[in-house]
């Protein structure tokens, strides 16, 4: 049911999301490849040596820059734990200049030189939401350029409200052996670990949004906990133009029909609400107590409340039913709407 996801566009970004051990591999062919070429560049043997550097070599640092290397020399655990973040791919940008941490941390010349003073280095866990925002959005405003705007933000939340940057368990990937298995499961974790997420979903969205939780838990629910349906299929958390950070869509109903293409239409004969006041009229999204995520336990009390027990007693003659007689829609099959027939019989 998942979609592919839009990633942040670069050279690499065309590289299948679900398989990091191809990412590592393209990565290596291109070091391989600079490798190479900064081998053939070189002057031959016994020729006088350039006073100038090769263009080919990467550029010098941005004054006040060290590049990771010099950061690793004292924060060995986390520039390990480093190797296999998706960020890394930044050291290949810039000219494979390696400027990797201080892209999200500043410069760290003056840090480096105060021996590791943590006035002179941007600690986001220390800063504000909105100078986190702003780091992480230098780069990322491309696929999340209404975050800004989502309750998410208003409610004072930052990116790692729930990324994890250097979260270690998030983002090591899987076990190519794991990769393989079919398993909705597996491609679920294997997904979020690569999202840099602190906790797997559901988990991470129920820590603070316990009061939906019990929905979920209802005899009739969108498998959510089971992880055939997530809460991204139908919200965006990074920000969106609808209420309850519903995704956006030209057509309100997409949300639902993107899945549920049967009962998207258009129809020759459609029934008025489907399209005017959107599937929620009649279903609740999350789950419900009852049958098909219905709103109301009883079918003819719902079509009762907008359609008068007189008027139906009109078209239906002596024998018209009411809120206890047989469901309406035994008769009244094709409720979304119908090709063939006005009355929705078929
Ligand atoms: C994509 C942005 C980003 C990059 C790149 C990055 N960091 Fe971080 N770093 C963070 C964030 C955010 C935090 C705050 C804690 C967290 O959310 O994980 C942090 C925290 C830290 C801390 C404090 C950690 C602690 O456990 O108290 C250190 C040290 C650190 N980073 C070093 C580095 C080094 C070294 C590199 C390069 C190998 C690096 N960072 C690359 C974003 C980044
Ligand atoms: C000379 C050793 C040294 C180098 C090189 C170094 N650091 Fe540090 N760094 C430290 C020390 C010491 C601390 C304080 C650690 C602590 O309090 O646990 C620190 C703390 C930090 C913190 C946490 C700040 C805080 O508010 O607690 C971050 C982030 C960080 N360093 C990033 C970097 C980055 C990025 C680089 C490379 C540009 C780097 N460091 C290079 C020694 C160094
Ligand atoms: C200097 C640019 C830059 C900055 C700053 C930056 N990122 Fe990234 N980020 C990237 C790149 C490049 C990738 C790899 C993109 C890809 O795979 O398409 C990435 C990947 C990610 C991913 C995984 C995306 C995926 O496709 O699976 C997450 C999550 C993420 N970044 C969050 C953050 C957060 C949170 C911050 C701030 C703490 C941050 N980034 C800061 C450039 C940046
Ligand atoms: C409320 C929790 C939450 C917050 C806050 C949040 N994210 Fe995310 N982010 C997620 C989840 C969940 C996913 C995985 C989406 C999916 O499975 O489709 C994700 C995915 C991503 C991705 C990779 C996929 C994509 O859509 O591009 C990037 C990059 C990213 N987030 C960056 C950010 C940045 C930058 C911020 C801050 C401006 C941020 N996130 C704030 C929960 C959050
Ligand atoms: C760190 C806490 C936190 C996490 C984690 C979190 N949220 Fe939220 N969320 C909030 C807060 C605070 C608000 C704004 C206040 C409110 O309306 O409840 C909010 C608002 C929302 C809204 C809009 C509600 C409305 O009434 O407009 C939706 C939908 C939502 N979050 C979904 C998610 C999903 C899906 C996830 C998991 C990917 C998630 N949230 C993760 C704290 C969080
Ligand atoms: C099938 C689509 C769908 C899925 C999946 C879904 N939601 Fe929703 N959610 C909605 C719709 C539609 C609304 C608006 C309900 C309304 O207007 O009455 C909503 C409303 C909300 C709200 C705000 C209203 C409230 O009841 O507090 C929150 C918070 C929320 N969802 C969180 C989540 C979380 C967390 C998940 C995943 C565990 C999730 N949703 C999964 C469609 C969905
Ligand atoms: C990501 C795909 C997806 C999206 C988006 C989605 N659904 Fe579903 N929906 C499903 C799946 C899968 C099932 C079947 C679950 C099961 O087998 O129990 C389902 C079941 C249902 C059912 C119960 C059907 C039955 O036979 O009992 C209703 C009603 C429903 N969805 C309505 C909605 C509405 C309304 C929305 C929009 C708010 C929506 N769905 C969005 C995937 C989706
Ligand atoms: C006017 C009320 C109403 C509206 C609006 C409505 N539905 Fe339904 N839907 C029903 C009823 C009643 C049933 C149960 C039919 C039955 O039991 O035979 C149903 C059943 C379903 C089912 C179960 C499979 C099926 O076709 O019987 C799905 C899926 C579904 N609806 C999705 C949606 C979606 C998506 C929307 C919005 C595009 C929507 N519904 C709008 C009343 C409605
Ligand atoms: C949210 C309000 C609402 C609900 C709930 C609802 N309907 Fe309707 N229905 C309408 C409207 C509005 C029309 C269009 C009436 C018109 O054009 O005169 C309509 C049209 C119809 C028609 C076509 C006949 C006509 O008058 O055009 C039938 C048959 C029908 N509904 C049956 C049902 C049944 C059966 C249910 C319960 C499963 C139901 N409706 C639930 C609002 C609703
Ligand atoms: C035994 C089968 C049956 C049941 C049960 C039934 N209907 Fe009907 N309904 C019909 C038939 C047949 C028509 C007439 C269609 C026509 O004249 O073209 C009709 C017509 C209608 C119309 C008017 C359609 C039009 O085109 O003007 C509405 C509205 C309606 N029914 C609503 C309901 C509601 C609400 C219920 C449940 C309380 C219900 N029906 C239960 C068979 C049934």
Redesign the pocket.
Known sequence: MRKNRPVTRLPFGAAPGFRPGLRAFWILMLCAATFCAMALAAPPAGQKQAATVPATVAPALPSGYVGSETCATCHEEVSKGFENNLHTKMALMHGSAGITCENCHGPGQAHVEGGGDVTKIFDPAKATPAQVNAKCLGCHAGTHPNFDRSPHAKAGLSCISCHSIHGAEVQKPLPASMNMLGAMSNARSAADKEMLLKAPQPQLCFQCHGDVKPQFGMPFHHKVNEGLVTCNDCHDVHGAFLPNNLKSTADQNMICTKCHTEVRGPFVFEHAPVKAEGCLSCHSPHGSQNPRMLNMPNI?VL??QC?SQQ??DA??GMSS??SD????T???TYIHGSNMN??F?R
């Open positions: 003819n079509c009762l359609h008027a139906a078209v239906h039913p009411s007689s047989v469901p309406c035994s008769c009244h006005a009355a019989l």
